[in-house]
């Protein structure tokens, strides 16, 4: 009994310890894309997340599970501009993840790598 109970407190501390990791990654996930908005103004940032929210249904949060959603909403906001916008974001990313140009050629393909090392980072460091 006592044996069980010792590997159920080590997994619920592993699951808490991977939960944590996770949530402060992904934090730092949409801090770049954040970061990335923040050169072009105040409007164009709420503008993006406003229209993700109202006519998406998704939340800032949920950025990562949907890339492409927000490359569609940059592009369907700000038409021309949405080039130097993803680029942004993107190069926040690659640098926070070190992430080469290669694998994070667009921002989809940024944040979908950077996902990737979240669960990564998850798996070694409790695994």
């Known amino acids: 009994m006592e044996r069980e109970q010792k590997d159920f407190v080590s997994t619920s501390s592993r699951l808490f310890l991977r939960q944590s990791v996770s949530k402060l990654e992904e934090y730092d996930l949409l801090e770049c894309v954040d ?3 923040d050169p ?6 709420q503008s993006i997340y ?3 929210s109202i006519l998406h249904n998704y939340s800032r949060n949920e950025i990562i599970e949907n890339p492409q959603l927000l490359q569609s909403v940059i592009r369907e906001t ?4 949405a080039i130097s916008v993803e680029e942004s974001i993107t190069r926040q990313i690659r640098l926070k993840f070190d ?5 994070a050629s667009d921002l989809s393909e940024a944040i979908s790598n950077a996902k990737k090392r979240i669960i990564n980072v998850m798996t070694t460091t409790v695994g």
Request: net charge positive.
């Open 78 to 81: 700000l038409s021309d501009s």
């Open 35 to 37: 970061k990335g908005l």
């Open 40 to 45: 072009f103004g105040t409007n164009v940032k």
């Open 99 to 103: 992430l080469s140009t290669e694998s």
């Open 50 to 52: 406003w229209k993700m």
